[in-house]
């Protein structure tokens, strides 16, 4: 039986469990992080930081890092990651929940939104919030997200996510929430493959260590890198760089 987590995701313990698994794949995780890092500024909002997995890497980059994480479970498990770094906070609310002047007064130069968009329902309008935070200092707003939404299907309810995206979508997401979009780009095709066997053959709606494992020790180390020399038409995930125009 398939179970829908889109609108009970921040009050399970099975989105900590999954994104431990996810952190095994070492390869995978400083792939994604390879895309963030030429974009990263000092001050960093990071909106779902989920176990802190990509917020250990802000760290070595940014002076400091606040994040939102409105799982308890996760947040609970990013507080003890992140314990002995005192340039990092955790607020654990939902981002609807956030003083919008409050943010703005902190002089984010930076928003990063890792597999955190398609969780949430009204994407345009949080866009529209990273805007805002940001248009203080013309700073950048990352964001990687699932990609090919005829792909869409149990895993993706399971996991919570509302869409996957193509790059018109998440394009027109940005252009709608008033950010000029820098540069936009799938990544992972080879990914595709693995969502697809679990899409319309084993049909597990989770990620499994087994898979996770085979992926980042057989093909990460060799397939990811290549993007670097060859852009891929299409891939598992989007990953894209906008901007806000600074306030006058």
Known sequence: MNVDHRFTQTQ????????????????????????????????????????????????????????IEPNLNCATRAHEALAASDRVSIRVCHLEECNRVELQEQRFDTIVCVNVLEH???????????????????????????????????HDAALGHHRRYSKRALGAAFTAAGLDVESIRYTNPLGLLGWMYNLYISRHTEHTTGQVRLFDRFVAPWALPLERLITPPIGLSLFAVGRARAHA
């Open 120 to 154: 949430i329902e009204d994407d345009v309008r949080a866009l529209a919030l990273f805007r805002d935070i940001v248009a203080g200092t013309g700073g950048r707003v990352l964001v990687f997200v699932p990609a090919v939404q005829r792909l869409y299907g149990p």
């Open 12 to 67: 399970k313990r099975y989105a900590a469990d999954d994104l431990e698994t996810m952190s095994e794949a070492r390869n995978y995780q400083a792939h994604v992080f390879n895309l963030v890092r030429p974009h990263v500024g000092a001050h960093v909002l990071e909106v779902g930081c989920g176990i802190g997995t990509m917020t250990r890497q802000l760290l070595d980059h940014a002076k400091r890092v606040v994040c």
